[in-house]
């Protein structure tokens, strides 16, 4: 078009060289106008896949197709019309048969605003607060309230669902029972980035530790007598959820629990994680694990409170274990998660067969030959498949191994409970109940000394001691009794040992029971004998009660007297 509005007609020749000068510029719509086609898109994007569907079948029916839709010939005439009016206004008529019964009506709200602010008020004064109370508590303020202010009263279905738009689900379940309920609503955590995966990007990245109470009664000692359960404390590799290290003892879990983790790590790897992600217990903020972490140069991440997500990895696999393994043997606690329905004899505690030793055994076959080569949903893949396939990928890193020698087994020792122990001369040192020896006791500027003293969690019978920047072992005498036994052995007489002696407590209160009983009956046979010696006693008087202690001692005469030597 020219400037003076004529239009001109052009060669194709002419149009490629207006372009390549960018002299030849097109007629743009009005930016409030919209293409038909813009049009289409936006109503068939509208209507669901059933919308649509029976829109092909009224299609089929006005072209003469097969349909499954049975209608009289004036609705037919009516799609036909529908279908026309549509190809005019768009270009195609099949957005006319869409059905449009979803506009019919009045979609208006027939609730005041006024009644919407009553109801809003009433759901944030009366329903959404700690006390937790019903729906019909603060339903009946609602109608008080409209009845003083002359208002007619929603109904109950009505006041129901107002709350979805007052509080979400998740900030009102949190408002009435607390974080910790409404937990499991809480938004999920989504970082599409990918700027780092969070369970690590190769095998030993990124490694967890917790514990958990097993669901198992055990049978404590060679004689049985003692019933308890046991804790397991596991390190697990977040890459290939293989369990690097497991340790189980009857202790409640302690710094202890951690190092000893650590050192199988260590004896079954040579490696460490580079990170530990750990919960916020107690036990993990111990001085002396983070001492351990430092000198290997760990680093530890502890999860937020009240949040298991984070340690999601951690989680099943206790879930697995209870499922799979716990649960399936005998003297299992299920039944304990609700005492009241448990009869006496299905009680676990009457049921208990396993030991730690054998146990332990089988844990490790379970490891080996089940949930290792087992395939992982979450992976789609076999733990050890993934793990080994990392290893092969990013390198076996041998300048990262480390020697599982004396040295690294003392670091990973636990102190004593007051760190220091006193030499005894002629006895050494004295550690739960044992005396402990070493020939540099002798010396004569030992004795009466305190020194440093690690012990070994695997084996009682030996004590480290701190003498001259040296680290001595000392041995106990009945250290000869250990010498065949393997590691699982010495583990398992070393935890029945310990629990024994948390246990001579209670035996000495039933010890010191028994004693009163025999001294009872020995006070009522001397005072028995007392009655038969003197006849004037009762045998429920007192020694002496036949005394008069009102009446006046008797007196003695002077021929009564005699005096030896010189007096």
């Known amino acids: 078009m020219s400037a003076s509005g004529e239009l001109l007609t052009l060669s194709w020749a002419s149009i490629d060289e207006l372009l390549s000068r960018s002299e030849l510029v097109s007629l743009a719509p009005a930016s ?52 026309k009016e549509a190809e005019a206004l768009y270009g195609n008529g099949f957005i006319g048969l869409i059905d449009r019964t979803k506009q019919r009506g009045n979609r208006l ?38 009845e003083e202010q002359g208002l007619i009263t929603p109904s109950i279905k009505t006041f ?74 596991i390190m697990i590799d977040a890459y290939s959820r293989v369990v690097l290290a497991y340790y189980i003892s009857f202790e409640t879990p302690n710094y202890t629990n951690c190092m000893m983790l650590i050192r199988q790590c260590v004896q079954r790897h040579q490696r460490l994680p580079v990170t530990i992600v750990v919960d916020g217990g107690k036990e993990f903020a111990s001085q002396y694990f983070e001492l351990l972490l430092a000198s290997f140069d760990i680093s530890k991440k502890t999860r937020p409170p009240h949040s298991p997500r984070f340690g999601s990895v951690m989680e099943r696999l206790f ?63 076999k733990p050890r498949d993934v793990h080994a396939a990392g290893l092969a990928d990013f390198g076996n890193r041998e300048q990262a191994r480390i020697p599982f020698n004396r040295e690294f087994v003392i670091n990973c020792l636990p102190w004593v409970k007051t760190n220091k122990l006193t030499v005894q001369a002629g006895r050494g040192v004295k550690h739960y109940g044992k005396w402990y020896w070493h020939g540099a006791f002798r010396r004569p500027e030992i004795p009466d000394t305190q020194v440093e003293a690690r012990y070994d969690p695997f084996d009682l019978s030996c ?15 009945d250290a000869y009794l250990n010498e065949h036994m393997d590691e699982r052995q010495l583990r398992y007489v070393t935890s029945v040992y310990r629990q024994f002696k948390r246990a001579c407590e209670v035996y000495q209160k039933a010890n010191a029971k028994v004693s009163a009983r025999f001294y009872r009956g020995l006070r009522q046979e001397e005072a028995s004998l007392q009655v038969g010696q003197n006849p004037g006693l009762s045998a429920n008087s007192p020694p002496n009660a036949s005394e008069d202690r009102t009446t006046t001692p008797p007196q003695i005469a002077e021929n009564d007297y005699c005096l030896f030597g010189d007096f």
């Open 160 to 233: 129901s669902n107002e709350r979805r738009k007052v509080y979400g689900e998740h900030q009102g379940k949190r408002i009435r029972e607390g974080r910790k309920a409404a937990y499991n609503l809480e938004e999920l955590i989504w970082s599409g980035t990918g700027a780092f995966p969070p369970h690590g990007e190769r095998p030993f990245d990124i490694a967890h530790i917790d514990h958990t109470e097993i669901d198992l009664m055990f049978k404590i000692g060679d004689e049985n007598e003692s019933i308890d359960r046991a804790w397991l404390s």
């Open 109 to 146: 709200r027939k609730v005041s605003e006024k009644q919407v602010v009553l109801m809003h008020n009433v759901l944030r004064e009366h329903y959404f607060n700690e006390k937790q109370p019903c729906l019909n508590i603060a339903y009946g303020e609602l109608l008080l309230r409209c």
């Open 463 to 477: 004590l480290y001691v701190f003498i001259d920047g040296t680290w001595i072992r000392c041995e106990t005498q």
């Open 319 to 381: 879930g697995t274990l209870n499922d799979k393994l716990w649960h399936n043997l005998q003297g299992n606690t299920k039944l304990l998660r609700d005492p009241r329905s448990c009869s006496a004899s299905h009680d676990p505690r009457r049921l208990a067969i396993w030991t730690l030793g054998k146990l332990e055994a089988q844990f490790e076959r379970w490891l080996e030959e089940v949930y290792h080569v087992s395939f992982h949903t979450t992976l789609q893949a």
């Open 32 to 83: 409030n106008q919209r293409s038909p086609q813009v049009l289409l898109s936006e109503k068939i994007a509208k209507c669901s896949s059933e919308m649509l569907a029976a829109a092909h079948m009224r299609l089929q029916l006005i072209n003469g197709q097969p349909s499954e839709l049975l209608v009289c010939r004036r609705t037919e005439w009516e799609y036909q019309r529908r279908f």
